[in-house]
């Protein structure tokens, strides 16, 4: 017997979450004498109330959703891939190389070849990981966060050297093409006397983010594979019962995993920096684990989540811009809805769970 | 009858969870010295009612009453200070803790160890004195034997000044000599004048050593009666409310061509022990192959290599074409598309996803077959349709495919597994341990399905350590000792003991000193050691 309708579980436990973090947030705030409300009202204004608040708010979420979603694929077959970091670096790699080398005569095939290039980057980083873990028993958690630190000196050693333009000061790449620009928010949704998300970041690869949300939805859900990882994160001798390879689903469902946290620098490389930068993941692969644990490891959850981490980033960014509140307080933030969300989960829970079942009693 | 206080009285007791009436104005009362039996199918109420009397829940109606005085028993700490120890199916037990450190945990006194230590070894010695509790207090619990485990929980319970101890279900995972050990052990403390209560689904135990017996349906208190005056029909009948067969009903087998074939098979699992050393046996169409034996002689690695879960060195031919025992062809799908069906020992862990639906475990195993796709993807809809006719034809109760399977009794989740695997027809079908933790309505339904698969003509390999199970359905039986088959009987002229015989390893019947060798190594197999051979 379940204890709580659905809706409660994923609507209610949630929003209960997040008030209490924001109660909390606002003790913070109060506590270095600034107004909680007036920075609530800074948040929500920077971040929601204008156009091009909102392109920036889905400029983040886009890596949030992409992160994400790889976690709670991976998740799904219970692995717990910590390694959406540098995956994303990664990544980036792939976009810079097939933005570098390829002469694309649209943007639309640099688009198709940088998403390729950052999936199958992305992808590769995840593998080794995932065939140590599936061959070797390496515990994935380790492996993959060793792998972070892997990849940032990979991409140190590339960025100060091979990929940097002679001359350059700075740690970068070359300067991708123009031509393969990704169209902006605001190129896609303005006309000529209504100006839109006016220079703001967020770009086509949101697009993009949604069909990768789509297409987890059906992966996990509609598919043969999808049934298989879920049967094997459940019980793994269930899954050798059935004939379902332990061995092959670690694998596979890595490669999906990475492949999606590397098309976060889609939007990051090719659609806002157009090159290559050291830390352009700034975090966003930590952040998905996150957004994975809110969103239930639902492609829709995962959406929903990575809007409101989006909205804290934007929000954030305001507040340190019009405030005298600290940056580090964001982080604050940040972590406490984090922890409320994720960590905590029970403390909200179990006591919702008796109050649903005193009302029942109560009813019948 | 005597006019002394009932050890414990339960008036009008009442609980439900949510729309759930699961004990409706129960009322019960045990003599002390008694071992009273409740009795009851899965889900009839037995374990919420024990629950309520250890604190676990709290009635929504009713009085508890201990040696005639009012109790309240909010939590299990004031059931415990009433005298009264629980023994769960599952122990609660620390794995890497010794047996004296068990006793002791939740009832050490002061801030030092070494003086709750010493006093509880002082008393476990007297205590296994009195009651042939013997268990070593240094052993630690992970090297212990299922049977040593019950028999620290007992003592942790008795070390607390119990005078009532309630087991649940407590032979579900005993050996039949474990389990006799046991009940010497409970009759010992009857004689203390401790007062048993013993939940159990098995009608034997009910009738060979309890004195009163409860029974339990839906939640309600059908009957309470004196064992000598009732007897097993009466029981089960009570139980499920209407006549049921515990004889199985079934016509000669009709043997025909032999459909799997293994020979000097071996297996050898991954630390190195050889499990099964050279196993030979051939089965027909239209016949049930039975395998006895004592729980972990190689039954569940034979049944893990035929169904692919396991690799394994031998021959086995499948409807006359060899199959493959080790590599890539060596899963359960190549075996499933061999037509070979298999409802694993463990439908908990291997036969079904708990966490998935009804009709999601409908498909399991099966769900790459061509029939469920559509496209690329899965045809959830006609899945969902087909789950729901299997769930009809197999009375699963309740008939909804959109349930989650954990939330089924043992019965019905059983009843998914097999109609997964019989509905699909296979020429072999491999049964472990079918009717474990199942209702009696529910073991004559899986019994009958069973047999009317063999008259279908198709072939079935029976594993079970129940005894009355695999006499009373097999054609052919051979009993399996320490990896190997011990030789075949016929089921009409097979008897318990000689069956027991050769479960204990022992071949033949030699003249004196074969008592002495059985004794010897079921000691063997109880102390959880390799049984010697015979």
């Known amino acids: 017997m379940d204890k709580m309708p659905a809706w409660a579980d994923v609507v209610l436990i949630p929003l209960i979450s997040l008030l209490l973090a924001a109660i909390l947030s606002a003790v913070v705030i109060l506590a270095i004498g600034e107004s909680p409300v007036e920075a609530f009202n800074l948040m929500v204004d920077g971040a929601l109330m204008r156009s091009s608040g909102w392109g920036y708010t889905l400029y983040y979420a886009t890596n949030f959703i992409f992160t994400g979603l790889a976690v709670a694929v991976a998740f799904h077959a219970r692995m717990f891939n910590i390694g959406g970091e540098g995956q994303a670096m990664l990544g980036g790699l792939g976009v810079a190389l097939a933005c570098l080398y390829v002469p694309w005569p649209h943007w639309t095939l640099a688009m198709l070849g940088s998403t390729l290039g950052a999936a199958a980057f992305g992808a590769a980083w995840a593998l080794i990981p995932a065939y140590l873990q599936a061959r070797r028993g390496s515990h994935i958690v380790i492996t993959t966060i060793m792998f972070n630190f892997i990849a940032a000196a990979l991409l140190n050693y590339l960025l100060i050297g091979v990929l940097k333009p002679t001359g350059s000061m700075e740690p970068a790449s070359a300067k991708f093409d123009p031509s393969f620009a990704l169209p902006t928010f605001q190129q896609m949704f303005s006309s000529a006397d209504a100006p839109l998300f006016r220079g703001a970041p967020a770009n086509v690869s949101f697009f993009l983010a949604l069909a990768a949300c789509l297409f987890v939805w059906l992966l996990i859900w509609r598919s043969r594979l999808g049934y298989e990882i879920r049967a094997y994160g459940w019980s793994q001798t269930g899954a050798k019962y059935a004939g379902i390879s332990g061995t092959r689903i670690i694998i596979i469902s890595m490669l999906i995993s990475g492949g999606l946290a590397g098309l976060m620098a889609v939007n990051t490389t090719q659609g806002e920096a157009e090159r290559l930068i050291l830390n352009s993941t700034e975090g966003a692969g930590f952040i998905g684990i996150a957004v994975a644990l809110m969103g239930r490891n639902h492609p829709f959850g995962v959406l929903l989540a990575a809007i409101l981490f989006g909205f804290l980033y934007q929000g954030g960014a305001e507040l340190a811009l019009w405030t005298n509140i600290p940056r580090e307080l964001i982080v604050v933030i940040q972590a406490l809805v984090i922890l409320f969300t994720g960590a905590l989960d029970n403390m909200v829970r179990m006591p919702l769970e008796r109050i649903f079942l005193a009302l029942r009693r109560k009813e019948s | ?534």
């Open chain 2, 1 to 534: 009858m005597t006019d002394t206080a009932p050890a414990i009285e339960l008036k009008g007791i009442s609980k439900a969870f949510g729309p759930v009436q699961a004990n409706k104005d129960i009322s019960i009362r045990v003599m002390p010295g008694t071992i009273h039996g409740i009795i009851g199918e899965n889900g009839a109420g037995k374990s919420t009612l024990m629950s309520i009397l250890y604190g676990f829940y709290k009635a929504d109606k009713g009085e508890v009453f201990i040696n005639g005085t009012r109790t309240e028993i909010p939590d299990s700490q004031a059931a415990i200070s009433a005298g009264i120890g629980m023994v769960f199916q599952h122990f609660k037990l620390v794995e890497n803790f010794t047996v004296v450190e068990n006793v002791i945990l939740g009832a050490e006194d002061g801030f030092q160890l070494r003086p709750s230590i010493a006093k509880a070894r002082k008393s476990l010695k007297q205590l296994a004195e009195e009651y042939e509790l013997n268990v070593d207090p240094d052993a630690k619990i992970e090297n212990l034997s299922v049977g040593h485990q019950q028999r620290v929980e007992i003592l942790k319970a008795l070390y607390r000044q119990a005078d009532i101890l309630i087991l649940d279900e407590p032979t579900g995972v005993l050996t039949p000599a474990e389990a006799d050990h046991l009940f010497r052990i409970l009759d010992n403390l009857r004689n203390e004048g401790k007062t048993i209560i013993l939940i159990t689904h098995k009608l034997r135990e009910i009738m060979e050593y309890t004195d009163t017996v409860s029974v339990m349906r839906r939640g309600e208190m059908t009957a309470t009666v004196r064992t000598a005056e009732t007897s097993t029909e009466e029981l089960a009948e009570l139980m499920v409310g209407r006549k049921v067969l515990l004889r199985v009903d079934k016509k000669p087998a009709q043997p025909k061509q032999v459909v799997l074939s293994v020979k000097d098979l071996r297996v050898t699992d991954s630390a190195g022990v050889e499990r099964i050393k050279g196993v030979s046996f051939d089965i027909r169409a239209g016949e049930i192959y039975g395998i006895a034996g004592v729980a972990g002689n190689g039954q569940s690695e034979l049944m893990e290599v035929l169904g692919g879960m396991q690799a394994g060195t031998g021959t086995i031919t499948m409807n006359g074409e060899e199959i493959d025992l080790t590599g890539r062809y060596s899963d359960g799908q190549s075996r499933r598309a061999r037509s070979i069906g298999h409802v694993p020992e463990d439908r908990q862990d291997e036969g079904l996803i708990l966490d998935f639906t009804a009709w999601e475990n409908m498909v399991f195993g099966y769900h790459r077959d061509p029939d469920w796709a559509a496209g690329p993807l899965m045809n959830n809809a006609g899945i969902v349709q087909e789950a729901e006719g299997k769930m009809q034809r197999f009375d699963v109760r309740p008939p909804n495919p959109h349930l989650t399977a954990k939330n089924f009794s043992g019965g019905n989740q059983q009843k998914i597994v097999l109609a997964r695997e019989i509905e699909r027809n296979p020429d072999l079908l491999l049964v472990g341990q079918p009717t474990r933790g199942v209702d009696i309505g529910a073991i004559e339904f899986i019994h009958q399905e069973i047999i009317r698969l063999r008259d279908e003509g198709k072939a079935i390999l029976l594993v079970s350590v129940e005894l009355d199970e695999i006499m009373s359905l097999s054609d052919r039986i051979a009993v399996m000792f320490d990896g190997r088959l011990m030789g075949e009987r016929d089921p009409a002229e097979a008897n318990e003991r000689e069956l027991g015989l050769l479960m204990a390893g022992i071949s033949e019947e030699p003249d004196k000193p074969a008592w002495k060798a059985v004794d010897e190594n079921l000691d063997a197999i109880e102390h959880g050691e390799a049984p010697k051979h015979g």
